[in-house]
């Protein structure tokens, strides 16, 4: 998709109530987000195992549903909803089919490391932090791509470590190796707590 206007940029802020970070309005200023619909049906293509780029009003949308399920108690009424479910200040700029989503953690949630990067699986308790900020996860992601760690899947239009999709062999291995090299002291796996 062509990228997003300072008005749109602008305009998302003022619904979140705080700024982006500098990177992440330049990833949306070249491009905002993947054409989801582009073979004619919802199969947005994959730029990371299993995510797109979500469109901001697509990133929208889903924030505004996880903000709606923590004030609403939807998220108490199944033993979620405790801290580390949802937060406000995560931006959540890659989707997968699932519903997860890899979020830019903008106050650093159990850490204190504003800016970190982590996995968000609505229905498990389990967080990843993968990285400490959005330019390193970038600074990872190119590497790997540029060293072969990561590639075009053969079965799919995604990037992934392994030869085809959902293939957690030696391919795998690598990007885990390659990943923990290139960010020391990362992942960091935490757990959300139970709904009060």
Not at 14 to 21: A, E, I, M, N
Not at 41 to 56: G, H, I, K, S, V
Not at 92 to 102: C, D, I, K, R, S
Not at 185 to 191: A, N, S
């Amino acid at each position: 998709r062509p990228g997003a206007t300072d008005a749109q940029i602008a305009a998302f802020e003022k619904y979140l109530g705080f700024p982006l970070p500098e990177t992440l309005k330049d990833i949306y200023r070249w491009h905002d987000g993947v054409d989801t619909k582009a073979s004619g049906r919802y199969d947005p293509p994959d730029m990371f195992f299993d995510y797109w780029l979500a469109p901001l009003e697509r990133l929208q949308e889903h924030h505004a549903m996880m903000r709606k399920f923590m004030q609403d108690g939807t998220y108490a009424k199944t033993d979620r909803g405790g801290d580390g479910w949802w937060d406000d200040h995560w931006i959540p700029f890659l989707h997968n089919m699932a519903g997860a989503t890899v979020c830019v953690d903008t106050t650093g949630w159990s850490t204190g490391d504003a800016g970190q990067v982590l996995e968000e699986w609505h229905a498990a308790a389990t967080r990843k932090i993968t990285c400490r900020d959005l330019d390193a996860w970038l600074e990872t992601y190119v590497m790997a791509l540029e060293a072969g760690v990561l590639h075009k899947m053969s079965d799919s239009d995604g990037i992934g470590a392994s030869e085809k999709t959902g293939d957690e062999g030696p391919g795998f291995d690598r990007w885990v190796e390659f990943r923990a090299a290139h960010n020391p002291g990362y992942p960091k796996w935490l757990r959300a707590e139970v709904g009060h």
